[in-house]
């Protein structure tokens, strides 16, 4: 068993759509989670970086984490065409990173 | 600033012959990463170094050589291809953990090398 599992998708919503990304996690060490965003063609971005329970927001961005459930989500309100990427999923202990397998998201106009 | 910067950025190789991968960092990170990204099983560490001088080994090293001379540079090396290595590599540096006290620092990824082993 993988110790990151991510909601494989593909997605695909209309332009304006609210979309759920999430990933769910086994080891309890991982204290630090993020979400990097991944354009066709390029390397991995960091879109949010958060190490506790509860949400954190950026823009059109919340990032949710809940330990006790060892689950995590990120949230993108009124969704873009730009926002069309593959989403990635990571956890941090110990110095090293996890990552999920990805979930590509197409927003259509 | 450049950030990280992968060369090559695309190679085809014949089984059986070497090559080596180059990542830079201008960001005077400590920590160095690579990763190879396959379809359906994401992104896997092969190797990673915390600091010049000083590598280890990640999830997937066999068949993988690397080597960290300068801070700012981290080197892949391939001594046989095999079609089994065709896939994308990433590099990715990150502050120390140990800078912050602990506390993971996220890291920052290169655009990556395609690499084709025929």
């Known amino acids: 068993q993988k110790e990151v599992e991510q909601d494989p998708g593909p997605l695909s919503v209309p332009e304006g759509a609210i979309v759920s990304l999430n990933c769910t996690y086994s080891?309890?060490?991982?204290?630090?989670f993020m979400w990097y965003r991944q354009y066709s063609r390029k390397g991995p971005e960091l879109l949010m970086y958060?190490?506790?329970?509860g949400n954190k927001e950026d823009g059109r961005f919340t990032a949710q984490v809940d330990k006790s459930s060892k689950y995590i989500s990120l949230f993108i309100r009124d969704s873009q065409p730009s926002d069309s990427a593959t989403y990635l999923c990571a956890m941090s202990a110990k110095g090293k990173s996890t990552f999920g397998d990805g979930t590509t998201l197409t927003v259509k106009p | 600033n450049a950030g990280v910067t992968q060369t090559p950025k695309f190679r085809v190789l014949k089984t059986g012959q070497s090559m080596t991968l180059l990542c830079a960092q201008d960001m005077n990170h400590e920590y160095m990463y690579w990763y190879r990204q396959d379809p359906g099983m994401g992104l896997r560490l092969i190797h990673y170094?915390?600091?010049?001088?000083?590598?280890a080994k990640g999830e997937v090293p066999d068949g993988y050589n690397v080597s960290r001379l300068k801070k700012q540079n981290f080197l892949l090396g391939l001594e046989s291809a095999a079609p089994s290595q065709t896939s994308v590599y990433f590099c990715?540096?990150?502050?120390?953990?140990?800078?912050?006290?602990?506390?993971?620092?996220?890291?920052?990824f290169g655009d990556g090398t395609r690499l084709s082993i025929l």
């Open positions: 958060t190490y506790s329970s």
């Open positions: 170094s915390v600091g010049e001088g000083t590598t």
């Open positions: 990715a540096s990150s502050y120390s953990v140990s800078v912050f006290l602990g506390v993971p620092q996220p890291q920052h």
């Open positions: 080891n309890s060490a991982f204290q630090y």
